[in-house]
């Protein structure tokens, strides 16, 4: 559990840097069977190919690639934090079976203009108890020369 916590960890550093750090329990809205296809350059596979570079891959040079110009130095020195711990998190994400969706609601996914908020459900099996654990993280994104980026404000 020490593990996956520090997984989770990361991301949500990352998301208190970012202003939000808004964490709460999620109620079972997410889903693992298929979805709709989703366009691979929207906010929402932007938010998850972000949170899975960080949390299930260690891979902050994915990662970096999907933050805005501004946040990439902050990028830079997770890089070669994760060096040392990147496989020990990838690891751990493999164990406990890290999960990331976008949540299965409405008002997940908000849209305006050049602007948009995805909320993102991390869930994954604590290694103690065997439960299901799940967190729902909301992620900004803005776009940056045409594509969604993921907005860190530090």
Not at 29 to 57: H, M
Not at 87 to 99: I, N, P, Q
């Amino acid at each position: 559990m020490k593990k996956l916590v520090s997984c989770i960890a990361i991301a949500l550093c990352a998301a208190v840097l970012a202003g939000y750090g808004d964490k709460s329990s999620s109620s079972g809205s997410t889903s693992s069977k298929s979805a709709p296809a989703v366009d691979p350059k929207s906010p929402e596979a932007v938010a998850v190919k972000f949170a899975e570079a960080t949390l299930v891959k260690a891979d902050m040079a994915a990662a970096k690639k999907l933050v805005t110009k501004k946040a990439q130095s902050l990028f830079e020195a997770l890089e070669a934090a994760m060096k040392e711990e990147g496989e020990d998190t990838k690891k751990a994400a493999e164990k406990s079976g890290v999960k990331i969706s976008v949540k299965k609601d409405k008002d997940a996914v908000k849209i305006d203009g050049d602007k948009a908020t995805v909320v993102i459900v991390l869930s994954a099996k604590d290694e103690e108890t065997g439960k299901e654990e799940s967190a729902e993280e909301p992620v900004k994104l803005v776009k940056e020369d045409g594509e969604w980026k993921v907005e860190m404000e530090f």
